[in-house]
């Protein structure tokens, strides 16, 4: 049984740059969710994803953005990339409305903006 | 809105002993979630332990259980037997079950960062 996946597992842009970052969820679960987490601190909620549409929003501004692919796997992309969006992205996925105790987490992509 | 506060930024505890590590919460959400996750170095945060916030009795899963406390809103993590693999970054977090739309999202604490000393 496939844990959540992410891709890739590390990055170096420069600032002004785009990335997308991928993630393919455990099988059986329906929901998306991608997390910033900063050097040090806990992650924060950017966004998450059930049936293609974005559900709920965390505060981060419009450069980021999602989507989520018919067969459940997901998409963040950053615009213009700023050296604070230096981070590891987290990408967690649930059942909707089934495994309320449920969200299992990636391995994380390690972005680094120069 | 949804706080976690851990104030322990870091602990030692010895091989064998156990360790309580301090989360309290805030919200005015009548039904949440609370969770435990570890992150070891390599990143990857792994699930621990769930209390719902109308469970009667604390949660337990082998050496971890959870302490809570509705009334004083607290959910302390006790990790009984320490082993040198539970030298991690612990987090704390929070989710409201009100509406299914909410359950994606999860409000971390500052974490707590334990070693495991022989």
């Known amino acids: 049984d496939a844990g959540v996946t992410q891709s890739p597992t590390h990055l170096i842009k420069t600032r002004g740059q785009q990335v997308t970052l991928r993630c393919s969820p455990k099988s059986g679960h329906d929901t998306v969710s991608w997390y910033q987490q900063a050097l040090g601190q806990g992650p924060q909620f950017i966004f998450q994803y059930y049936e293609e549409e974005e559900r709920q929003r965390g505060n981060f501004p419009d450069r980021f953005s999602g989507h989520q692919f018919p067969n459940y796997s997901s998409e963040l992309n950053v615009n213009a990339l700023l050296l604070g969006d230096s981070a590891l992205y987290l990408c967690a996925s649930s059942l909707r409305g089934r495994a309320y105790n449920e969200q299992f987490f990636g391995p994380g992509t390690r972005l680094t903006v120069l | 809105a949804q706080k976690i506060t851990q104030t322990q930024p870091g602990m030692f505890v010895q091989e064998k002993e156990a360790v309580t590590l301090d989360c309290t919460y805030d919200?005015?959400?009548?039904?949440?979630?609370l969770f435990w996750y570890k992150q070891p170095s390599s990143g990857e945060m792994i699930f621990l332990i769930y209390q719902g916030s109308y469970d009667q009795q604390n949660a337990t899963e082998g050496r971890y259980s959870l302490n809570f406390q509705k009334a004083r809103k607290s959910a302390n993590l006790v990790i009984s037997a320490s082993q040198l693999g539970d030298s991690a970054m612990y987090f704390c977090a929070m989710r409201d079950l009100m509406t299914t739309d909410s359950w994606g999202k999860l409000q971390f604490g500052a974490g707590t960062q334990v070693v495991v000393t022989p």
């Open positions: 919200t005015s959400d009548p039904s949440y979630g």
